[in-house]
């Protein structure tokens, strides 16, 4: 079975790839957050603004129109098809660095209440930001880094009550 992908844009559109389509497109990677594509004899250069990698989420900037995309991978479809959701039975106090990089911003404080979505911290990796957000609504009990630090993969960042 071929391994698909759906892509969802602004919360609006959706497109359903295979990887065969993928693979077939004539893009290049400029630098690590600029790329080239040529689609339908036109062509396009994007611009990675904001990367989510942990939720699959990016914003992208397409001749001066910047762009929300989420992709949904093989395993992520088949939950949703089958009316499951990983994330509703999982209450998560801890978070933890998803890579080894730098903390460029925590944008909270201890004792602040955050919504489930709410922006906390910023990590630095691999040349690109990467947007820690809350994984539900709660209490920051306590954040265990500051701005400017290295931090390892699986690092302890802040824990929520």
Request: proline content about 2%.
């Amino acid at each position: 079975m071929e391994k698909k992908y759906k892509v969802k844009v602004n919360d609006t559109w959706e497109f359903t790839y295979t990887q065969t389509e993928i693979d077939s497109l004539d893009s290049r990677e400029i630098s690590p957050l600029n790329y080239h594509l040529i689609s339908s004899n036109k062509s396009f250069k994007g611009d990675i603004q904001k990367a989510d990698f942990l939720n699959k989420k990016y914003t992208v900037k397409v001749k001066n129109n910047t762009y929300r995309v989420g992709i949904s991978n093989q395993m992520d479809l088949l939950i949703e098809d089958m009316g499951l959701s990983l994330g509703q039975a999982l209450v998560v106090n801890d978070i933890k660095a998803p890579m080894p990089g730098l903390i460029l911003d925590v944008t909270i404080a201890e004792g602040d209440t955050v919504k489930e979505g709410d922006y906390l911290l910023v990590l630095e990796a691999m040349k690109m930001e990467n947007t820690l957000t809350a994984p539900r609504d709660g209490v920051v009990k306590a954040i265990t880094v500051k701005k400017g630090q290295t931090v390892e993969k699986n690092q302890l960042l802040i824990e929520m009550e």
